[in-house]
């Protein structure tokens, strides 16, 4: 007798995943039957016309066929056949071989002086921010991070996660996967959607009182899909919340080099906590190469570093870890290319600084155009895009209909692919999605008129 | 308060790893001291000096940097361009972007059209198999499939899955972090490590005396770490056995390319299902370009094909590969390249056939060398390596010591890091331990010299 859904176990069937749910079958069905789809439910760049960076692309190709550094003619700069072959050394065994659970050393020391340089580790702040390569996991995209940093702290029916509202539904989606309570707090949409102790607080009680014992609280920074980027004091907040009630933070910080509106700064939790003299708040970060500027999503590289957390407890991580063998190490080697950049003077910093500045330009475009121009819709209200890759704009509905309704009715009409805000959490009674910045300046012009006219005659 | 590990759950507690457990970390811990280590602990043939298939790595290179494919001279051979061109053109967006949860479609036609060629649904057979590119799921190496499939057909902690004793410990660190219940069933070892029917049915009855609800058995073959291989026959018997009794089949396939003894050759689950007109028992098969003659571990591609799986079970698989979105794309590619090989009289060919052959000697020279070699050491007993990577041997050891005991002290003595038989299960009175065949034919001759003087004065 084959397997029967009704056997299949309940949190399998409760996990939820908007980002690739139905809207998203739908749209590669009409796809397929010929219509153009502009796929704007997802942080996919090079889906949409992103070129990599050739510094990552050189340093990749050098990794898995090694003999092309001996090349004649030089086709390769010096730079990158020097990095790849300090990675090959320091892996022992190159790309074809399992490195250890937690990733290949030399990336692991790479990324701990990375985040030593961006927190002032390297000596440049008044408190120093010193990075350990043994607590910096190497994984498989920062999602396999989350997952296993959620998967350490769940341990029954009761325990709960606090997470934003909205949310990125990988949150959602694991805590119901690994039998926790998710805990949402409100981030506050007339104020830019920023994050307030109080609603913090609120929400930390209201969940207290059904018996649930919070475990953790995550915190998406720049946020995802809100596009707001915290301040030092909002982190310091957060921190201090944690303490108080004995909870973990989740740091999900794989927007850090994303951030548009000028004046504005990536603040990482690392750095507060540091500043603070905070040792007892347990903290898991994370980042990636998906998004920033390389926005190599399927090389699948990414990194959680772990704060105050117990020896004893890091082992079980590494566990973890190890009983599917390593992340895989084109992405390890993809990360420390990432991290260790060409320095000033090397023969590819030139095209590599010139490179960056052309998508940093063009997304802080996009940025501008998709908020200004969702805001100026009838019925419409876009909060600026101060940071990440997406707009959450909130939409005047009919009573009776859903934003499930809208977007599949929008994808129908317009062949524009976004995700209904259900998908992200919202406040009863109000209605959003979240569309991507990432379509090319014109198209992104054409997206905004579509919707434009689609909304003007919807009911 | 910072996370302690009292908090963290039982079931990841529970989770034991051998392959990579303490007397791993022993032996790291030597080598960072100074001595020099063996690591039979684990398949990684590239850490042991197999060299990468010349194929693979200039299609991932292409892949990577696909101006390469434009480079003067004819760096690379025309019919590894064409397939990387076919590959980044069939994925949309290269290797940088996320593909569809399953996977890239151009590699699910493909591991289809291989699946068809390997069981004779090219038209060869008399019974057609037919592989179907929807039910093929890519994945981050087989243990991500292997663990997808676990988390679905676990719901509570009375579901059952039934194992070989010996096993690989994948399949005891998956179940019990999902909570289920292991299911040990006895391989022969009298017998070479035979699957027997009498074994399955005992297993069975007794689960089900204790109130386990049996919902799947896996099979692995060839076996790791016995090294048997299972002939039509066997496979049948485990086919009507599930179908009896209401099971899933795991199949475990990823040695089917490494099978050394003459006139033994590799069956699939899927064929011999096909044969016996089985399409009512579920079926989870499982393969890898980590083992055969690529050993490309650290690229972890993998794919698991599923048959006889209603379409609202399959959906719930895919959905679960879509919360961390998909498998990373080298991987991918590295799987493209491994089931479409250079067709004979390609400018790839002789050069493909000749490494394979090459890496195809030595693994049975060494597969011989080391059963014969460990079978001559008094108090050893050791079945043919007939497929796999692995010796299984059984050891005479004095009363009231264990596996652990002896397999640390080896390696304190002579540097040979192998995982104890407990990590995998035996007949309790019983011990053994796993050793790789992969280190090179010299070494290997001096670990089976060291092994037995080391044995022969170990009290």
Known sequence: MAMRLSEVSAAVLETQYAVRGPIVARAQALERAGKRIIYCNIGNPQALGQKPLTWIRQGLALGEYPVLADLPGGSFPEDAIENSRRFLEGSGHGLGAYSESKGVRIVRDTVAEFIDRRDGGDGSAAVPVKADPD?????????????????????????GIMIPIPQYPLYSASIALY???????????????????????????????????????????????????????????????ASRHGLAILADEVYQDNIYRPGLRFVSFARVMAE?????????????????LLGECGQRGGYMEIRNIPVDVAAQITKLQSVSLCANLPGQLALYFMVKPPRPGDPSRNLYDHERSAIMDTLKARAILLAEGLSAIPGYSCAPISGA?????????????????????LLETTGICVVPGSGFGQKPGTAHFRTTILPPVADLESVVHAIAAFHATWR
Chains 1, 2 share one sequence.
């Open 276 to 292: 603070l003299g905070e040792t007892d708040v347990s903290l898991f970060s994370f980042h990636s190469c998906s998004k920033g």
């Open 389 to 409: 890759m997406y707009a959450f704009p909130r939409i005047d509905i009919p009573a009776g209909k859903t934003d499930e309704d809208y977007c599949l009715d």
């Open 135 to 159: 607590s910096i996991f190497l994984t498989d995209g920062a999602s396999k991070a989350v997952q296993t940093a959620l998967r350490m702290l769940i341990a029954s029916a009761h325990d």
């Open 179 to 241: 039998g926790g309570k998710q805990v949402g707090y409100y981030l506050d949409e007339a104020e830019g959607w920023a994050l307030s102790e109080s609603m913090l607080e609120d929400a930390f009680v209201a969940a207290r009182a059904e018996g649930t014992k919070v475990k953790a609280i995550c915190v998406i920074n720049p946020g995802n899909p809100t596009g707001a980027v915290l301040d030092r004091d909002n982190i310091a907040m957060v921190i201090r919340f």
